[in-house]
């Protein structure tokens, strides 16, 4: 028997298009090399930045 599965990716496009709009906010502010090799990593975890702040914000 042949079992289906469905899958919705919608959060993964969410998630590139935040990846690429960070990266692009990141890099463009950066004033160096190095900074900007900085922002493309923190562009990976832009997420974990969101929450926090989320978090933060309605913590206070």
């Given at each position: 028997m042949l079992d289906v599965v469905y899958k919705n990716s919608s959060s993964s496009a969410v998630y590139g298009l935040g990846f690429v709009g960070a990266a692009?906010?990141?890099?463009s502010t950066a004033t160096?090399?190095?900074?900007?090799?900085?922002?493309?990593?923190?562009?990976?975890?832009?997420?974990?930045f969101l929450v926090y702040d989320a978090f933060k914000f309605l913590g206070s």
């Open positions: 692009i906010y990141f890099i160096g090399f190095w900074i900007g090799v900085l922002g493309f990593l923190k562009a990976i975890v832009w997420p974990v």
